[in-house]
């Protein structure tokens, strides 16, 4: 028999009873909607998250002091934590790979200028702080200053701070009280915008010896490191924490790779993607249940066809496969219409609620179809073999 | 040619063995045209069946065109079904979802003739039967004389040498019939076997050989020449 033949002998038992073969689509193509609609907002989420977590960049290591691993042997000497200081970070700085280090804390203080006070976020940071992140200086620029005990109280705006205190006015120059001392504004910084709920706009940046005097701090609450985009994170952290148990003594440090991070981030994402997937999948079920039931019925039905078919000269692999295609174009038709709708309402949505990240992976469309045509086969296995190996005379008397 | 030597047929019904066919020795010559007559279970559709290859001889010998064809596999069976013998029913069994055409078509399909030949043939033989403003036509459009001719030209489509026929006139009425009837006996001009089962004494009397069976034996075997 030539393919053609077979295409036209299925398509035509499949057209005769439209409506039924609409139906039983139907119930595959909302399984394979629901598997790409869910996979699609999934997959958003994930970008979307990682997009958020990878706005500083990802070359980027962060050490913070105290080990965050339990030790039995560590109990009670907690006080007993060296503090990061500026000259680790100064020493991190002469280390292979690396590019920029950023010594930083953080809190929160009272602004005053221009007769106006604000609380904001105030960064205590280091001198190659803006090229450390990604985050671009507007006007003005950083201090060039070593980072050190001596640091001079300078200031960076960020762009919220700025329209606040020195609305209309060019605040290059001008002088900014931060906690009761005076600091004179020698940039600006471009607006960033909120990053995992921290508005980066509404802050101001400062040395970091500058910041540890202002919140009485004995030391950084972070040195973040970042390193040449050709080497691996691996051998970065290796090399710090080398250097700084060096400095210290012992592992009284924790370092944390972005890459780490995002890799473990990344698998989380993963396996939510895929546990919405397979929530649809048991839609799919369902259909796969639709497809046996009309098939056996179709065998029910077409016995009498198929005792003539054998008289005719099929042999019982032709009828076996007559039957198969069927179903099997069936979930077929049915799994690329499910991909049309979820394609659709996923990017509809997206249109809608524009803040809902929606993107649909090709590689979970072509796996639907492929599932949906597995299911078709799976699920017509039974009835085609039972179409097959009927009895070519009982089946002819079948009325 | 077909030949029986010493077949037997018996079915398992529950636990009782019956036998359908006793030992039946029959030789049918290319051309011939014979009836087969009977009350029902005397066993003549179970005979039809096993010359038909749909079934298989208990016990014994069926010989086709000098083969021996009676332990054939399923596949050999059905290419032999599909090369040499035709099968018209008293119900039609056209696929009522192709046309008259396509219907005729459908041996030549499940064999594998390409597409070309098979509307030559189809053309020719709608012609022939008078169906030829038909073929585009569904079963249920057309009259059952119409659908037993498109049943026919389906039967003679792969020219097989024996042409069975299961009570061909039983669904029709008896003007039909005789049209019917006259159309098969036509056959035998191109060499074919007609074997026509049938328990109406007036349609099994057109033939010149008259087989009568009864309990799975043939009673008798005239030969009455016209």
Known sequence: ??????????????????????????????????????????????????????????????????????????????????????????????????????????????LKANGKSRRTTVFGEGRNFSSAFTMKVQSGSFWTDEDNEQAR??????????????????????????GGQRYRVIGVMESKGQILGMDMDDAVFIPAARGMELFNRPGLMEINVSYRADVD???????????????????????????QALEVLSSVLNVITFAVGALGGISLLVGAVGILTIMTMAVTERTAEIGLLRALGAREKQVLMLFLGEAIM?????????????IGVAQGLHLLIPALPVHTPWLYAALAELTAVTIGLAAGVAPAMRAARLDPVEALHAE | ???????????????????????????????????????????????????????????????????????????????????????VFQSFHLVPRLTAAQNVELPMILAGI?????????????????????????????????????????????????????????????????????LLEGLMERGITLVVVTHDAEIGARARRQIHMLDGRILSDEQHEK
């Open chain 1, 153 to 178: 109280a300078l200031v960076v705006l960020g762009t919220k701070v700025r329209q606040e205190l020195f609305s209309g006015q060019n605040p290059l120059g001008q002088y900014l009280r931060i």
């Open chain 2, 114 to 182: 390409p597409a070309e030949e098979r509307k030559a043939r189809v053309q020719v033989l709608m012609q022939n039967y008078g169906l030829a403003a038909r073929a585009d036509h569904r079963p249920d459009q057309l009259s059952g004389g119409q659908r037993q001719r498109v049943a026919i030209a389906r039967a003679t489509v792969m020219n097989p040498s024996v042409l069975l026929a299961d009570e061909p006139t039983g669904n029709l009425d008896r003007h039909t019939g005789w049209e019917v009837l006259q």
């Open chain 1, 233 to 259: 994170a691996k051998t970065v952290t290796r090399i710090i924490t080398e250097r700084l148990k060096e400095l210290h003594g012992r592992e009284d440090f924790t370092t944390i790779s972005q890459e």
């Open chain 1, 330 to 342: 069936l979930s077929a038709l049915g799994g690329v219409l499910g991909l049309v709708i979820g």
């Open chain 1, 1 to 110: 028999m030539y393919f053609r033949d077979f295409l036209t002998l299925t398509t035509s038992s499949f057209l005769n009873s439209r409506m039924r073969s609409f139906l039983t689509g139907l119930g595959i193509a909302i399984g394979i909607a629901a598997v790409i609609l869910l996979t699609s907002i999934g997959e958003g989420l994930h970008q979307f998250v990682l997009a958020e977590f990878s706005e500083f960049g990802t070359n980027l290591i962060t050490v913070q002091p105290g080990k965050t691993q339990t030790q039995g042997s560590n109990v009670g000497v907690i006080g007993s934590i060296r503090q990061l200081t500026l000259d680790d970070a100064e020493a991190l700085r002469h280390l292979p790979y690396v590019e920029n280090v950023n010594p930083g804390l953080m809190g929160n203080a009272e």
């Open chain 2, 1 to 87: 040619m077909i030949e029986l030597q010493n077949v037997c047929r018996t079915f398992t019904v529950g636990d009782q063995q019956v036998a359908a066919l006793r030992d039946i020795n029959l030789r049918l010559d290319t051309s011939e045209y014979v009836s087969i007559m009977g009350p029902s279970g005397s066993g003549k559709s179970t005979l039809l069946n096993l010359l038909g290859l749909l079934d298989r001889p208990s016990s014994g010998t069926y010989l086709l065109d000098d083969g021996n064809v009676t332990d054939l596999s399923d596949e050999q069976q059905a290419q032999v079904r599909r090369e040499k013998i035709g099968f």
